[in-house]
């Protein structure tokens, strides 16, 4: 039986919880998403359709690629400074994978964020042609979901300009 070190059997499960992590994540947000978009369209059947054949594509790629990532990760140890720790590199073209990854979650959010906009502003231009007496209750829970939205679309666009540029060509030549 070969000897495998408890420290590699660790770092291997840690390396895919954390892989496995964003993949779950991006599932829930998406879910999330959906179910807000939704409500923000007024329980549109069509509209709930479309975001969920969309973010089923999405998703289902993203766990395919997942998947071929995590087959072409290589385990090597590194010493800094004289402490032994794991690094993980990719074989192949796992680095334009892992790359495709961010870039189909990026075209899921972009795609919410226009849907998004899109609502806003049919919705404030109807306000600005109906004044602004009716419809206030409508107008608070509109407002509250608008305003979580642009700040989930914020972070998202930061997390992704970070991660889209962490794995760019020119940062990856040594």
């Known amino acids: 039986m070969p000897f495998v070190s408890l420290t590699d059997a660790v770092s291997d499960i840690l390396e895919y919880a954390m892989n496995w992590t964003n993949v779950v ?5 998406g879910v999330i998403m959906i179910a807000r ?22 998703g289902i790629a993203s766990v395919v690629l ?27 073209d ?16 972009v795609l919410a964020l226009c849907l998004s906009v899109w609502i806003a502003v049919k ?30 679309f914020a972070s998202f666009a930061g997390v992704s300009c970070f991660q889209l540029i962490s794995i760019s060509p020119a940062f990856l030549v040594r």
């Open 25 to 29: 994540m991006t599932a829930m947000l």
């Open 37 to 58: 978009l939704h409500a923000v369209y007024q329980g549109s059947r069509t509209m709930l359709l479309f975001l969920v054949i969309i973010f089923l594509a999405v």
């Open 66 to 92: 997942g998947v071929i990532v995590l087959k072409t990760t290589v385990a090597e140890e590194v010493m800094l400074s004289g402490i032994h720790m794991c690094n993980y590199g990719y074989v192949g």
């Open 94 to 109: 796992a680095q334009l994978l892992a790359s495709m990854f961010w870039m189909l979650s990026t075209v899921w959010e």
């Open 123 to 152: 919705h404030f231009r109807d306000l600005r042609r109906l004044g602004p007496s009716t419809g206030s209750t409508m107008g608070d829970c509109f407002r509250v979901l608008m305003t979580s939205h642009v700040l989930y």
